[in-house]
């Protein structure tokens, strides 16, 4: 359907929108708001109440669509979502400051022709980006704490061996090839042993190239 606020644009000339219909931001049940910006737009300053109530509402409900922040470009469907008469809303959609001021099309990684608003794309990238950090942060932490435990669990057997961190690290990857099995002491010694072979072929061949 073609939105009264919008000409008909061909898909190549469309912006493909930064995120996957794969990512989400479940755990985040809030969004930031700048208010000192929003109290000095023009969208609060010149549009009705209606649309500003419409046009915040539409913002909220594209943190629940898929791909994240977009909207559908459908006017029927925003209708249903915002329980208002379709021809109301594109009544008010034909306004200079109406409820989707400033959305615009996008195309999707899933190929469909959606809507995006720069604000909510800005936000998404902000809360995303701290998503990513908090996540390298977290695999850091627990990596540190499984070389630990490795480490106590070979000192177990060799204790020159556990303060070898190339032989940790190594070892730790080979116990993850494995399907990350459960490391018990059939399993260190497994590792060191794979260890103690890899160092072994590593020494001949650097003989045999001399």
Known sequence: MTQPHLGVVLADDLPEYPFSIDERIDSHFFMPWERRRWLNSDMRLKATPECRA????????????????????????????????????????????????????????????RLQHRFVTKTLTDAISRKEDNRAKTEAANSAKRFQRLRSAVAGFHADLARNDAAILWMDEWLNRQGNPYRNASWIE????????????????RNRSR
């Not at 046009?55 to 898929?66: K, N, T, V």
């Open 190 to 205: 497994r590792a060191i042993g794979e260890w103690s072979n890899h160092t072994m072929s590593h020494n001949l061949a």
């Open 54 to 113: 419409y046009y915040f509402d539409l913002i909220c409900i594209s943190y629940e669509q898929s791909p994240v922040g977009t909207l559908p470009d459908d006017l029927f469907v925003l209708s249903r979502l915002l329980h208002v008469d379709q021809a109301h809303l594109s009544a008010l959609c034909r306004l200079d400051y109406g409820p989707l001021h400033k959305w615009t099309r996008c195309l999707c990684d899933n190929g469909e022709i």
